[in-house]
């Protein structure tokens, strides 16, 4: 069965003892507050596409690897239907690479920003070295803090750029799905890369564009 967005975004209900803080892939999806485009636009959505829907469209070659795909073969499907950031979506993307100068158990996999969202794969880790001791100002972060993080760090310097501090930014819940096996998450970040695609089809498209 293909990954399906009607589906997996729904609000994952937590589930009862599991601990969130323990090793493993999550995907989590962060909406804007009202669904607002605010991080740029899909330049080229509804065009023709070079190559089938369900055919991968590689738009970034580290990601590509890490997903375990291959790369689109033609430069003209990367031109097709892009995801362009705008300077606040470019602040967001900082603050996802930056997590992991903050954090020290987690590895950051696919992700993309989107005009009103964005969705990424956190893979939380052991830290810890063989025979070493846990540093005493240190402690491993759950999925729910490593979430808060990032909203507060992107908010509070994307609402500086927009001289409107204190302004909610993202939406309070975030939507999240624990990846258990390998083939669920290549579906997943084939999805994430694909997403520009169809982003006419997608939940989240309400036809606005960023300014």
Same mark, same amino acid.
């Given at each position: ?15 009862k003892n ?13 909406c804007?507050?009202?669904?607002l485009?605010?991080?740029g ?11 089938? /829907?369900d ?8 990601s590509s690897? !890490? $997903? %375990?795909?291959? @790369? *689109? &073969? +033609?430069?003209?499907?990367l ?15 900082n603050t996802w690479?930056d997590?992991?100068?903050h ?12 005009p /009103?969202?964005l ?6 880790i052991?830290?810890m !070295? $063989? %025979?070493?001791? @846990? *540093? &005493? +100002? ?18 509070r310097?994307?609402?500086?750029e ?13 939507y999240e799905?624990?990846?258990r096996?390998?083939?669920?998450y290549?579906?997943?970040?084939d999805?994430?890369?694909n ?7 997608d ?9």
């Open positions: 069965m293909k990954y399906n967005p009607e589906i997996h975004h729904r609000r994952s209900i937590r589930l599991y601990d969130y803080s323990k090793r493993g892939l999550y995907f989590i999806t962060i804007t507050k009202d669904q485009s605010l991080f636009n899909v330049v080229g959505a509804g065009s023709k596409p070079a190559l089938p /829907n055919m991968p469209i590689q738009n970034d070659k580290l690897k !890490r $997903a %375990g795909l291959e @790369p *689109a &073969p +033609t430069e003209f499907a031109a097709t239907v892009k995801m362009e950031i705008n300077d606040w979506g470019r602040i967001v993307q690479f997590l992991v100068n954090i020290d158990n987690i590895k950051l996999h696919e992700f993309i920003v989107m /009103n969202h969705h990424g794969i956190i893979e939380i052991d830290n !070295r $063989a %025979g070493s001791d @846990p *540093a &005493p +100002t240190r402690k491993t972060k759950s999925l729910s803090e490593i979430v808060r993080q990032l909203k507060t760090f992107s908010a310097r994307v609402n500086k927009r001289n409107m501090p204190g302004v909610p930014l993202w939406q309070r819940n975030y799905h624990i990846i096996d390998e083939e669920s290549h579906k997943i970040a999805y994430i890369i997403n520009p695609m169809r982003w006419k089809e939940k989240y498209y309400n036809g606005h564009f960023a300014q």
